[in-house]
């Protein structure tokens, strides 16, 4: 069995890079999570970069806020909502997908292969919105043990990823997993209620976390 070693979070600069190369193994990867770094690839043109931020976006269960806005448009909500039934087509349209102030993106194919490989795992997990049988929406992100991040969403129709993350949410709560790691704090996580944590905090939970189930016990 590889002994997998990352640089101490610590030495990470002011945007939170820590680390540059290594694959995307699934033991890399749980090491990376359980040390609170992930990767995040600055372009496809680059080497994989590892990063652990200072401070963390976290979304906590308990905090959660709907707007008066998202709370009409869920009384009248007709998108069905499943779980890991579309994981390679969420995050490859995550890829795909078009960002504000982004020209490229950081899902590169060693990104789909290496978390595609979690899934098969069962360490990682989707979130998908149809519209009658097409998909307009989505999320994903690992679920190792009974820590769980969100790595990366995508919409085709108002509201639609706001209706991913306000499902794991509740999902997440009633399975008594009391925050989502978001990495960083987008404008939908703000408005459901996310907030940025010292990167001590952020370790501190995760040290409490239980990283032996798998994503069956969750979802």
Request: aromatic content about 12%; proline content about 3%.
């Amino acid at each position: 069995m590889r002994k997998i070693e990352f640089p101490s979070v610590e030495l990470a600069d002011e945007d939170g890079l820590l680390a540059i190369g290594g694959d995307l193994e699934i033991d890399t990867l749980i090491t990376a999570y359980q040390h609170g770094i992930f990767p995040w690839p600055v372009s496809v043109d680059l080497p994989l970069a590892w990063f652990s931020p200072n401070p963390r976006g976290i979304l906590f269960a308990e905090k959660i806020h709907v707007s008066k806005s998202f709370s009409k448009f869920l009384k009248k909500n007709t998108f069905k909502v499943t779980f890991n039934q579309a994981f390679s087509e969420v995050i490859k349209q995550c890829a795909i997908s078009s960002r504000k102030n982004q020209t490229s993106t950081w899902i590169t194919s060693d990104i789909i292969s290496g978390y595609e490989k979690l899934f098969k795992a069962d360490l990682a997990y989707s979130v998908e919105v149809w519209s009658d049988e097409n998909l307009i929406a989505g999320l994903y992100g690992v679920c190792m043990g009974n820590f769980v991040s969100g790595e990366s969403m995508f919409t085709k129709e108002d509201n639609a990823s706001k209706l991913a993350l306000y499902s794991l949410m509740v999902r997440l709560k009633e399975k008594n997993i009391t925050w989502l790691d978001t990495q960083m704090v987008t404008s939908v996580v703000e408005g459901f209620g996310g907030m940025y944590i010292s990167r001590p905090e952020f370790l501190k939970m995760i040290s409490k976390k239980d990283w032996t189930k798998k994503r069956i016990e969750i979802f």
